[in-house]
């Protein structure tokens, strides 16, 4: 289960365009440009989506927790405002109380692994211990379910300004505390443990990873990715396979996922790794392995522990999996077939 917090991509893009698109993934959307949706757009493309759509709405209904539930169009919501119609509306009224608060809207994603199939109730009771865990349970707030990826994942946007009080929650530290509780609901609900800010020992215990750096990188060398990219205007290959998503993705996540069902020897990993674009190599220095693209002048490679920092797929464990490494003789394919290829990442 990994928990993602959504930066507000555009200064004024408010509760109106992020619960139109979460609650069912209408033409306007959270990454849209404010210049090209407004907020009074977003509400208008969402109350007009209802209308046109009533037949694929499910009867709302208070579950035990006076939380509402309803599905529209398959999706399933949770909120507890007087109705998703007026959701955003009940936000923003609140959140202009509050003037100091320039940026009370708040947006997380808990996604689940592909392999796993969460019910409702599981999402919803998740999306309830996350909300508590960081001081949100009184604030205004909608969840949906969306099932159309591989990952099942649930949107949550949530009013940081408090509905009585008017206070705003500054969320401290917001990124722990998500890690944190996401390892608690896979104890509680038996998910498979997912890496992270902290991580389940031998015994059970939830406890916080030492010297543990995003993505296996350091923040210092991760910063000099960044100013490596800054000079030279081009993504590096660790960012276009940890930040560039497809579909939805990044490529790191379906090489993972298939690496993790789909490959029983070296040859299987080559001919994965070449459908990407790639070639898999030994380092010549620490003994581990190098994903590398290209040849020549325009050969560039990147450490494999830096892109897949979890044990699972370590050199030793997949050494214990497939056996001793064996090279690979498949050329990688120019027109890829997983992720948008990193040349053309370049342009």
């Given at each position: 289960?990994?928990?993602?917090?959504?930066?507000?991509?555009?200064?004024?893009?408010?509760?109106?365009?992020?619960?139109?698109?979460?609650?069912?993934?209408?033409?306007?959307?959270?990454?849209?440009?404010?210049?090209?949706?407004?907020?009074?757009?977003?509400?208008?493309?969402l109350?007009?989506?209802?209308?046109?759509?009533?037949?694929?709405?499910?009867?709302?209904?208070?579950?035990?927790?006076?939380h509402?539930?309803?599905?529209i169009n398959?999706?399933?919501?949770?909120?507890?405002?007087?109705?998703?119609?007026?959701?955003?509306?009940?936000?923003?009224?609140?959140?202009?109380?509050?003037?100091?608060?320039?940026?009370?809207?708040?947006?997380?994603?808990?996604?689940?692994?592909?392999?796993?199939?969460?019910?409702?109730?599981?999402?919803?009771?998740?999306?309830?211990f996350?909300l508590?865990?960081?001081?949100?349970?009184?604030?205004?707030?909608?969840?949906?379910?969306?099932?159309d990826?591989?990952?099942?994942?649930?949107?949550?946007?949530?009013?940081?300004?408090?509905?009585?009080?008017?206070?705003?929650?500054?969320?401290?530290?917001?990124?722990?505390?998500?890690?944190?509780?996401?390892?608690?609901?896979?104890?509680?609900?038996?998910?498979?443990?997912?890496?992270?800010?902290?991580?389940?020992?031998?015994?059970?215990?939830?406890?916080?990873?030492?010297?543990?750096?995003?993505?296996?990188?350091?923040?210092?060398?991760?910063?000099?990715?960044?100013?490596?990219?800054?000079?030279?205007?081009?993504?590096?290959?660790?960012?276009?396979?940890?930040?560039m998503?497809?579909?939805?993705?990044?490529?790191?996540?379906?090489?993972?996922?298939e690496?993790?069902f789909?490959?029983?020897?070296?040859?299987?990993?080559?001919?994965?790794?070449?459908?990407?674009?790639?070639?898999?190599?030994?380092?010549?220095?620490?003994?581990?392995?190098?994903?590398?693209?290209?040849?020549?002048?325009?050969?560039?490679?990147?450490?494999?522990?830096?892109?897949?920092?979890?044990?699972?797929?370590?050199?030793?464990?997949?050494?214990?999996?497939?056996?001793?490494?064996?090279?690979?003789?498949?050329?990688?394919?120019?027109?890829p077939?997983?992720?948008?290829?990193?040349?053309?990442?370049?342009?």
């Open positions: 289960m990994i928990p993602k917090i959504i930066p507000r991509p555009k200064k004024g893009t408010g509760f109106s365009s992020l619960v139109s698109y979460i609650a069912q993934k209408s033409p306007v959307q959270w990454d849209k440009p404010i210049e090209q949706a407004t907020a009074s757009e977003g509400f208008e493309a109350t007009g989506y209802l209308k046109r759509h009533e037949e694929s709405i499910s009867p709302a209904y208070l579950d035990e927790f006076d509402t539930r309803v599905d398959g999706i399933s919501i949770l909120h507890n405002c007087l109705s998703v119609e007026t959701a955003a509306r009940e936000m923003e009224a609140t959140a202009n109380v509050n003037v100091a608060c320039k940026d009370s809207v708040f947006h997380y994603v808990l996604s689940w692994q592909e392999n796993e199939t969460p019910s409702d109730a599981q999402v919803f009771d998740s999306v309830r996350t508590q865990s960081m001081g949100l349970q009184e604030h205004q707030f909608v969840a949906a379910i969306h099932r990826t591989d990952n099942l994942h649930v949107h949550v946007a949530v009013n940081r300004v408090h509905p009585i009080t008017f206070r705003a929650n500054h969320l401290s530290y917001s990124i722990d505390t998500l890690h944190k509780a996401s390892r608690l609901l896979e104890i509680k609900h038996g998910f498979n443990h997912d890496n992270g800010l902290y991580t389940v020992n031998e015994n059970g215990y939830v406890l916080r990873q030492k010297d543990h750096h995003r993505n296996g990188l350091s923040s210092q060398a991760e910063h000099k990715v960044c100013l490596m990219e800054n000079k030279s205007g081009r993504p590096s290959l660790y960012h276009y396979l940890l930040k998503h497809h579909e939805n993705r990044t490529v790191a996540d379906e090489l993972k996922s690496m993790q789909k490959t029983s020897s070296w040859r299987d990993v080559h001919a994965l790794f070449a459908r990407a674009g790639f070639s898999v190599s030994q380092s010549p220095h620490a003994g581990g392995l190098l994903i590398t693209h290209g040849a020549g002048d325009d050969q560039v490679s990147v450490c494999w522990r830096k892109i897949f920092p979890e044990y699972r797929f370590s050199y030793d464990a997949l050494i214990a999996r497939i056996g001793s490494f064996q090279p690979g003789n498949v050329e990688p394919y120019s027109v077939e997983i992720g948008m290829g990193y040349s053309d990442s370049l342009s």
